[in-house]
């Protein structure tokens, strides 16, 4: 299983007609392409008062100074690093323009640190957002999401406190469907069950059948030509890939020309078309469950399922069975629902999955 995460520059999201971007003044660049450094002074707040001196000069004397840490907006995380925290390089770059504070130190002080939180910063879906924790931050104004999706967010309790809401809307295009491309390329040549096959003890020879199928060629069908699906489409057409694509709205003409993409109005047709099928669409109520037994039936029995979106979009059930029958021949997931996968799981319901 594959993970890629990324964060760029925030972009607000709408959560009532004619509210403000105002969580920009809050958060400002608050990841900046993970790694990459902000650019923003630190400003030390004096108040001078003029004195005469022997000479008739006058000599400026700085009556208080305020410490950078004390004028920055407080932010609350999880935590920083471990398996579950902040990453410690990102911690260090929030810590240039926030001053950090855990969910630890938060519920030990709750009384002192509620009034200086002004944002909460989540990451990989860490702290949850809920209303117990929105009713004691008076003055919460804007919630980060270091992510693409906000479907662990409730954004209409959100915005019934008055809170902001931000993402991360083109931070991963490049890298998920790098990501894309790898699943897909793993799945066809079997290189995950060569590697096993390669390193276990029991191997005695190498078996002829086990090589997989070619991706150059074939044909691609892409669920969700977006940002990312587009970037999924210039990369497979270095494949001298068929494409087709399954979308809400039309791409431009010249845009389709540009990787050679041939619109399907309905899902169906590009389901029964394709030799890897690749669903990169935002997880909502019209997309949760997509992907089911009837759709897996409609896909050739030598195809492969990738999904670089969310877990929800499948019905998982459905997948494994699909897979334990051969209705399909493989499935490559990204992400999957629940994540990770319950370790309790018998061996035999991840026949098929990549």
Same mark, same amino acid.
């Given at each position: 299983? &594959?993970? /890629?995460?990324? &964060?760029?520059?925030?972009?607000? =999201?709408?959560?009532? !007609?004619?509210q403000s971007n105002l969580a920009y003044k809050f958060i400002h660049q608050l990841v900046a392409s993970h790694g990459r450094r902000c650019h923003r002074s630190v400003i030390y707040k004096q108040r001078y008062r003029t004195c005469p001196c022997s000479a008739g000069r006058q000599t400026i004397s700085a009556q208080t100074k305020v410490m950078a840490k004390e004028e920055l907006p407080g932010v609350l995380i999880l935590d920083i690093g471990g398996t579950q925290g902040v990453l410690e390089n990102l911690a260090a770059l929030l810590k240039k323009h926030f001053h950090l504070i855990t969910m630890k130190e938060f519920l030990e002080n709750k009384e002192e640190m509620s009034k200086k =939180? *002004? !944002? %909460? &910063?989540? &990451?990989e879906c860490r702290p949850t957002i809920d209303r117990e924790l929105l009713e004691s931050l008076p003055n919460l104004k804007v919630i980060g999401n270091s992510g693409v999706?906000?479907?662990?967010?409730d954004l209409k309790m959100i915005s019934s406190f008055g809170v902001k809401v931000t993402n991360t809307p083109h931070a991963v295009a490049d890298p998920t469907a790098d990501i894309g491309m790898a699943l897909m390329l793993a799945s066809a040549r079997r290189l995950v069950e060569g590697c096993q096959i390669a390193v276990s003890p029991d191997t005695k020879h190498f078996a002829v059948d086990w090589l997989g199928v070619e991706v150059t060629r074939a044909t691609l069908g892409i669920i969700g030509m977006g940002s990312i699906g587009y970037k999924v489409a210039q990369r497979a057409r270095a494949f001298n890939m068929r494409i087709l694509y399954h979308n809400r709205n039309r791409r431009r003409k010249e845009e389709e020309e540009a990787v050679g993409a041939h619109y399907c109005e309905k899902m169906e047709d590009l389901l029964q078309q394709s030799d890897f099928v690749m669903l990169i669409v935002n997880l909502t109520p019209e997309t949760h469950r997509l992907i089911g037994?009837?759709? #897996? !039936?409609?896909?050739?029995?030598?195809?492969? #399922?990738?999904? @670089? /979106?969310?877990?929800? %979009? @499948?019905?998982?059930?459905?997948?494994?069975?699909? #897979? *334990? !029958?051969?209705? =399909?021949?493989?499935?490559?997931?990204?992400?999957t629902y629940p994540e990770p996968l319950p370790r309790s799981w018998k061996e035999e319901n991840y026949l098929g999955f990549w």
């Open positions: 299983m &594959f993970v /890629s995460k990324a &964060f760029n520059l925030l972009k607000p =999201i709408p959560l009532m !007609s004619g =939180i *002004q !944002s %909460v &910063f989540v &990451f999706g906000v479907d662990h967010l037994k009837k759709e #897996l !039936s409609l896909m050739k029995p030598t195809a492969t #399922l990738i999904n @670089i /979106s969310r877990g929800a %979009v @499948i019905d998982q059930d459905a997948l494994v069975e699909a #897979l *334990q !029958s051969k209705v =399909i021949r493989a499935a490559a997931l990204d992400v």
